[in-house]
């Protein structure tokens, strides 16, 4: 990360935010869609509705289809609305402290690799400086890990 300069560290931590908003509001916008779609609404009066393509729509109900339908509210999520919205770090402390965490396993036979759990999405903001090593010690402790 940059530390040298003031000014740089400012233009990194307004580019961090930027994502961060960008990220939430994908996850609201796949959130508004599910609403309409539950009330019955048709992709294109949904996408009218969004302000957004009709493909669009068809991608995000794919999605959730594929998630099972919800759009939980997950670490990441806790972690990025800090982020994008400057709120307080021990009101996002607290949240995470509190959360029911999975951890990452082995995939199953016949496939290869890790399935990550949620508590790899903590673990991910620290690597990424969304959180500092304190918080993430506070979190780590209150989990038990």
Do not use: C, N
Not at 116 to 132: C, F, H, N, R, Y
């Amino acid at each position: 990360m940059i530390t040298e300069d003031r000014d740089l560290r400012q233009l990194h931590h307004q580019a961090v935010q930027r994502h961060a908003r960008a990220r939430v509001d994908e996850i609201d916008e796949l959130r508004a869609a599910k609403q309409a779609a539950d009330r019955g609404l048709p992709q294109r009066e949904i996408a009218e509705l969004l302000a957004t393509s009709q493909p669009r729509v068809h991608r995000m109900l794919k999605a959730l289809e594929r998630s099972g339908g919800e759009v939980p509210v997950t670490p990441e999520e806790v972690i990025l609305r800090a982020v994008a919205y400057d709120t307080a770090r021990a009101d996002m402390v607290e949240e995470l402290s509190r959360f029911t965490y999975t951890f990452g396993e082995e995939a199953p036979y016949p496939f290869e690799g890790r399935v990550p759990g949620t508590w790899d999405q903590v673990v991910k903001a620290l690597a990424t400086e969304m959180i500092s090593r304190e918080e993430f010690e506070k979190i780590r402790s209150a989990v038990g890990r």
